[in-house]
T-cell receptor
Framework: DAKTTQPTSMDCAEGRAANLPCNHS???????VYWYRQIHSQGPQYIIH???NNETNEMASLIITEDRKSSTLILPHATLRDTAVYYC??????????????FGTGTQLKVEL | GAVVSQHPSRVICKSGTSVKIECRSL??????MFWYRQFPKKSLMLMAT?????????EQGVEKDKFLINHASLTLSTLTVTSAHPEDSSFYIC?????????????FGSGTRLTVV
């Protein structure tokens, strides 16, 4: 099963871009990379996901390396409300169909003035 | 977007009693739902995968007789913590994915804070 490695914590100044790295060196060809974030005592919030190509939506951009062994989540203009734990997750394909998300330890992003 | 409602948000129960937590997909059908547990300052730990109309699949180390899961319809899954003890106190979170696909990935409920006294 592919595992992910993220830094434990990061700080970012408000208004600047936050770049959150994730290593997933054992990812297989048909596994997606998902990013979620969790604000204290709430359920995780979906941010973005991708397979091979870079992705962008209204929340963030996802940059996946060509070998797919790592990715970076980019919050282009971080605000105080982006302070949260960010999880990089590889979606496992279960035998017989179906999927599950397994969470790693995540990165605590702190956005400061 | 897809919404998952989880109820109750908080519950306090006495040791030895059972507690039921509901997870509903409000605007989509979910053939599969997932139950997680989270201890303070820790990550989410997958407990089980709930399949509509069939038995749940439990992760290794999770007692299926203690954590009863029922997924009777395409929009409702329940987790019952039976004979709860203080060590079962935790934050329980469910998630579901739209059976029709879609770009939102897996949607999570807002969680249930269980305190066993």
């Amino acid at each position: 099963d592919a595992k992910t490695t993220q830094p434990t914590s990061m700080d970012c100044a408000e208004g600047r871009a936050a770049n959150l790295p994730c290593n997933h060196s054992t990812i297989s060809g048909n596994e997606y990379v998902y990013w979620y974030r969790q604000i204290h005592s709430q359920g995780p919030q979906y941010i973005i996901h991708g397979l091979k190509n870079n992705e962008t939506n209204e929340m963030a951009s996802l940059i996946i390396t060509e070998d797919r062994k790592s990715s970076t989540l980019i919050l282009p203009h971080a605000t105080l409300r982006d302070t949260a734990v960010y999880y990089c997750i590889v979606r496992y394909i279960l035998t017989g169909g179906g999927n599950k998300l397994t969470f790693g330890t995540g990165t605590q992003l702190k956005v400061e003035l | 977007g897809a919404v998952v409602s989880q109820h109750p948000s908080r519950v306090i129960c006495k040791s030895g009693t059972s507690v039921k937590i509901e997870c509903r997909s409000l605007d989509f059908q979910a053939t599969t739902m997932f139950w997680y547990r989270q201890f303070p300052k820790k990550s989410l730990m997958l407990m089980a995968t709930s399949n509509e109309g069939s038995k749940a699949t439990y992760e290794q180390g999770v007692e299926k007789d203690k954590f009863l899961i029922n997924h009777a319809s395409l929009t409702l899954s329940t987790l019952t913590v039976t004979s709860a003890h203080p060590e079962d106190s935790s934050f329980y979170i469910c998630s579901a994915r739209d059976a029709q696909g879609g770009s939102y990935g897996y949607t999570f409920g807002s969680g249930t804070r269980l305190t066993v006294v």
